[in-house]
Nanobody, 119 residues
Framework: QVQLVESGGGLVQGGGSLRLSCAAS????????MGWYRQAPGKQRELVAR???????NYVDSVKGRFTISRDNDKNTVYLQMNSLKPEDTAVYYC?????????????WGQGTQVTVSS
């Protein structure tokens, strides 16, 4: 089993910054990637940023140039630095850890942390 504990959400004014953290514990072998998703009210959950074990990063277009994902593999922790926040970034942010065994993948999720950006 894997446990993901998120921190760093909160309320911020537009243009401000927040840094999310997610620490993984438990069985953290076979990890292929870690990342962040978000879900706004009435919308589907979407990928925000992901970093593979090989260091390849992916961002949703709407956050490129504003958000930066990073990982500390020694601490099994993933971070999301969010700058120039906009009201449309308001959502619950979920940490994701993906495991892979050959062609089989399995996702683990954190409990979510609320990010609210005021205009």
């Amino acid at each position: 089993q894997v446990q993901l504990v998120e921190s760093g959400g909160g309320l911020v004014q537009g243009g401000g910054s927040l840094r999310l953290s997610c620490a993984a514990s438990g069985s953290v072998s076979s990890v292929s990637a870690m990342g962040w998703y978000r879900q706004a009210p009435g919308k589907q959950r979407e990928l925000v940023a992901r970093q593979s074990n090989g260091g390849i990063t992916n961002y949703v277009d709407s956050v490129k140039g504003r958000f930066t994902i990073s990982r500390d593999n020694d601490k099994n922790t993933v971070y999301l630095q969010m700058n120039s926040l906009k009201p449309e970034d308001t959502a619950v942010y979920y940490c994701n850890l993906r495991k892979r065994w050959g062609v089989v993948e399995y996702d683990y999720w954190g409990q979510g942390t609320q990010v609210t950006v005021s205009s």
